[in-house]
C-alpha cells in the first residue's frame, strides 16, 4: 500500500506547503502550519477544455434587477437583532462559541420558532443521536414542532437527503468539525475536512436557496477552529460569548453582509432555555455597589444598542519589581495608554501600583469611549473617593490628555437618563445632546480638569462648565 502523502496546511489563510515551517510563506502568519493528508489526484473535479461561457451569461450591473434580502424573522428578537433582522434566504451562518455555552440550545429554540411560523427546518446532529436532540427538545418546550431532525456525518448523504424532498428553509449543521467528505482523505475536524465540508454546504445554499447555519467549535484561543478562510466564505459570523460563573450569554456579531457587524443579542440562560434580555444595562447593574471607590459607570453603545456597565479598579502597592497590569473585558494595550497619560499629564504616579481592571458582569468593551470611565476608576480607586453614584462617564483620551468626542452622545445619555442616573461627564463640543432631559452634563475638555476634581472628592460637581441639557 502507497504511503499516503501529508501536506501542511495554514489555519489563517489556507496555503500548503510541503514541509513544516514556523512561519507560512503565504500571509507571513507563525506556528498556523497544520499536517493534513494531501488531495490525491485521482477524478479531475473539472473537465479539461470545458471553454468558455458564452457572452450572453455575462451580464452588467445595471441589467440586474436587484431585490431586497428576503429575511426570515426566528421569533427570537435578540438573535434577529444580531442577524440585521432575521436569516436571510441563501445565506450561510457561522456560529462559534465554547463548548457549554449554549449553541445547539439557542438553535434548538430558534428552529422551533421557525417551524411555529410555517417554515421548513432540517436539523443535522453530527454529535448527538437524534433521541438525544428529541430530550434537548423536551426541555426547551419544542418537542411538539415538526422540525426534521438527521444524525449523519457524510456531507455527500447530507445533500443528497436535503435534496430528495422538498427545498428546506433553514438547515442547521451542528457542528462542522463533526462532517466528513469522501472528496477529502483525511479525518473529520482537520483543515481539509472543514474546509471541503464547508464548500460544499455553501455551494448548496446559493444553487437552493435554502439558509443554512454552521455550528463551529473554537480553539483554547476562542477562534472558530478550522482554517480561517472559512470565516471569508460564510455570509455571517457571530460569537457566543459567556463566563462560567455568570447566567448570561452574548451573541456577538463580527461579519455580516446582509447588515451591521457591531451588533449583540444578550440571553440569560435558564433551566428551560436561553430568555431573552431587553434591557442589558439592568443586568449588568444589577449588583453594582454604588458606594466603593473605583467604580465608574460607562455608557457604551453596541451596535444601535446603548449599553450601561459598570468598569471596576483596584490601585494598589505592588511588593515587586515590575507592578501588575490585569485586564478582563478591555483592551490591556489601551489601559496602558490611560496609565500613561495619567502619569505624563496628570501626575497621578502608579509605577509603583498594581493595577487590576475589570469590566462587570464578564461584559466585554472594544470601543475607546471607554477612556474616561477607565481613567476616572482609575483615580478614585487610588484616592479612595467614591465617584457619584448617579453619573455615567464616557469620552475618549487622546495621547495629549485631551477628551475627544464620540459618537451617539444622544443615545447615551437619554439610556442613563431612562436607568435613574441624574449626571453624565462628557467631552466638550459633543454634538446632538438631548433636549429638554433632566440629565445634568459636565462638559469636561481635558483629564487633569476631571482627575482634580475627584482626587479633591468633589466628583463632578463645583465645575463651572457645568450644564444642563435643556440649556
Request: charged share 20%.
Amino acid at each position: 500500500m502507497a504511503k499516503e502523502k501529508s501536506v501542511y496546511t495554514c489555519t489563517e489563510c489556507g496555503g500548503t506547503n510541503a514541509k513544516w515551517l514556523g512561519k507560512c510563506p503565504h500571509c507571513g502568519a507563525w506556528n498556523t502550519l497544520v499536517e493534513s493528508v494531501a488531495e490525491s489526484a485521482g477524478k479531475p473535479r473539472y473537465a479539461a477544455g470545458r471553454g468558455l461561457l458564452p457572452v450572453e451569461a455575462v451580464s452588467t450591473l445595471a441589467e440586474i434587477e436587484a431585490t431586497d434580502a428576503d429575511r426570515q424573522p426566528t421569533g427570537i428578537d435578540e438573535l434577529d437583532r444580531a442577524l440585521g433582522g432575521g436569516i436571510v434566504a441563501g445565506g450561510v451562518i457561522l456560529i462559534g462559541g465554547d463548548p457549554g455555552i449554549g449553541k445547539s440550545t439557542l438553535l434548538m429554540q430558534a428552529a422551533a420558532g421557525l417551524s411555529r411560523g410555517g417554515h421548513r427546518v432540517v436539523y443535522v446532529s453530527g454529535e448527538e443521536a437524534v433521541a438525544q436532540v428529541r430530550l434537548r427538545a423536551q426541555r426547551l418546550k419544542a418537542a411538539d414542532t415538526v422540525v426534521l431532525l438527521l444524525a449523519d456525518t457524510i456531507v455527500e448523504e447530507i445533500l443528497a437527503t436535503l435534496g430528495y424532498d422538498k427545498r428546506p428553509d433553514l438547515v442547521i449543521i451542528d457542528s462542522i468539525q463533526t462532517l466528513w467528505s469522501d472528496m477529502a482523505e483525511s479525518a473529520p475536524g482537520t483543515v481539509t475536512q472543514v474546509r471541503t465540508g464547508v464548500q460544499a454546504l455553501v455551494k448548496y445554499a446559493k444553487s437552493s436557496g435554502a439558509a443554512v447555519i454552521l455550528v463551529g467549535h473554537v480553539t483554547k484561543d476562542g477562534q472558530i477552529a478550522g482554517p480561517r478562510v472559512v470565516e471569508h466564505m460564510v455570509d455571517a459570523v457571530l460569537y457566543f460569548e459567556g463566563e462560567g460563573g455568570h447566567h448570561f450569554r452574548i451573541l456577538r456579531t463580527v461579519k455580516n453582509r446582509f447588515g451591521p457587524t457591531d451588533e449583540i443579542g444578550v440571553f440569560e440562560m435558564s433551566d428551560i432555555g436561553l430568555r431573552e434580555v431587553q434591557n442589558p444595562s439592568e443586568l449588568f447593574l444589577g449588583e453594582r455597589n454604588a458606594k466603593a471607590p473605583g467604580a465608574a459607570v460607562f455608557a457604551g453603545m453596541e451596535g444601535t444598542r446603548p449599553v450601561l456597565v459598570e468598569i471596576q479598579a483596584l490601585v494598589a502597592p505592588s511588593a515587586l519589581g515590575t507592578p501588575r497590569r490585569a485586564v478582563v473585558g478591555w483592551d490591556q494595550p489601551r489601559l496602558a495608554m490611560v496609565l500613561a497619560v495619567l502619569e505624563a499629564h496628570c501626575a497621578v504616579r502608579l509605577g509603583q501600583h498594581d493595577v487590576y481592571l475589570n469590566v462587570a458582569g464578564g461584559f466585554r468593551i472594544s470601543e475607546p469611549a471607554a477612556d474616561l470611565a477607565v481613567a476616572a476608576a482609575l483615580v478614585s480607586s487610588l484616592s479612595g473617593l467614591a465617584l457619584p453614584s448617579d453619573c455615567v462617564y464616557f469620552g475618549e483620551i487622546s495621547l495629549s490628555g485631551a477628551v475627544r468626542p464620540v459618537a451617539h452622545s444622544a443615545q447615551r445619555v437619554k439610556e442613563a437618563e431612562k436607568l435613574g442616573f441624574g449626571q453624565a461627564v462628557l467631552p466638550s463640543l459633543s454634538a446632538d445632546l438631548p433636549k429638554g432631559r433632566d440629565v445634568t452634563i459636565h462638559e469636561v475638555e481635558h483629564l487633569p480638569d476631571l482627575v482634580a476634581r475627584v482626587a479633591g472628592g468633589a466628583g463632578v460637581g463645583g465645575d463651572p462648565t457645568r450644564r444642563t441639557a435643556e440649556d
